[in-house]
């Protein structure tokens, strides 16, 4: 307990994913200075976002940096979910969007998000869907992946926020810590996994160029690391099709994954480069719609 605000534990489904409580109290404490800023200021002067991030952290004492770092560059850990107290009617989906912004600029610095030309997006998933992207796919599971595959900026970590649903049952996230996955020192020694694939994307990222990396790295520690999606490899022959295949199965199978109901304003906090996130499909409504919010960057050390 920090300040009488702040409340950490293990998450019910796993040690590995700490959950930071956010009491009523230090909500009341940040709408003074969230109320500084409205969404215009942090889109144009980037700037504002950190100022954002320091009223945030002086709420508690400076010390939620500290925690965070620590849990994301973590191989123990790696994840943190932030639970603001939702019942304070003061939180609006502004009030969340400023919540997300500091909680990342007090770690590091976001990419550009070709796909909404900012440094973060906003998206629905509804019942009816044109994209081209599972991302809005709301009857198809989104499988086990990692974020930043097709960009050539380095994708250290990612917010993910939950800012509204209406008429939702189903959608469960789904999370696997790498070092958890049964099948990671099989695929991990396969040398086609570090082989240099290509990777693309839609036209809805609005990403015109293509990347080369292999599927399997290592930190500095040795440790495996991982960079795949399954919707964006395209293997140059039948060898790394195969592979893809059988990665893409293997994680599915997993009996390891992490599923849970993920409540409205929370936010996941993960470490990009050892943990996959996915989310189960919805059940079908004609009403169905869910608006999350995304931030990914790298860590102000460049730590991975």
């Known amino acids: 307990m920090y300040n009488n605000f702040l409340k ?40 504002t976002r950190f100022s954002l991030a320091k009223s945030l952290d002086e709420v508690f004492e400076n010390k939620l940096s500290t925690i965070l770092l620590d849990i994301l560059n973590s191989r123990k850990t790696g994840t943190a979910i932030i639970q603001p107290e939702m ?16 909680l990342a600029y007090l770690i590091g610095i976001p990419n550009f998000d070709s796909m909404s030309e900012k440094y973060y997006a906003r998206f629905y998933v509804k019942h009816q869907d044109s994209s081209d992207s599972y991302l809005r796919k709301a009857y198809t599971n989104l499988d086990l992946h990692t974020d930043g595959t097709y960009v050539k900026e380095k994708t250290d970590w990612l917010v993910m926020t939950k800012l509204e649903e209406k008429n939702v049952s189903g959608g469960e996230s789904v999370l696997l810590h790498l070092d958890d996955w049964e099948h990671l020192d099989d695929l991990y020694k396969d040398p ?7 990777w693309g994307s839609p036209k809805s990222k609005k990403v015109d160029y ?11 520690n040795k440790k495996p690391t991982i960079s795949y999606i399954d919707q964006f490899p395209e293997p140059k022959n039948m060898k790394q099709g195969l592979f893809l295949q059988k990665l893409s199965d293997s ?7 992490i599923t849970f109901p993920l409540p409205v304003g929370s936010t996941i ?23 999350l ?9 460049n730590k991975s």
């Open 8 to 47: 950490i534990e293990d998450h019910k489904e796993s040690n590995r994913i700490q959950v930071i409580h956010i009491g009523e109290e230090a909500l009341d404490k940040l709408i003074f200075p969230f109320n500084k800023f409205n969404i215009t200021s942090l889109e144009y002067k980037p700037f």
């Open 293 to 301: 919010l995304r931030i990914r960057g790298t860590f102000f050390s």
């Open 210 to 220: 293509k990347v080369e990396h292999p599927v399997f790295s290592e930190d500095k």
């Open 269 to 291: 906090f993960s470490n990009n480069y050892f943990w996959l996130h996915g989310r189960k499909s919805f059940k079908e409504h004609t009403g169905l719609s869910r608006e």
């Open 192 to 198: 086609i996994g570090k082989e240099n694939f290509v």
């Open 251 to 257: 994680l599915e199978e997993s009996k390891n994954k």
């Open 87 to 102: 019942r304070n009617k003061k939180i609006d989906k502004d009030f969340l969007v400023k919540l997300s912004t500091g």
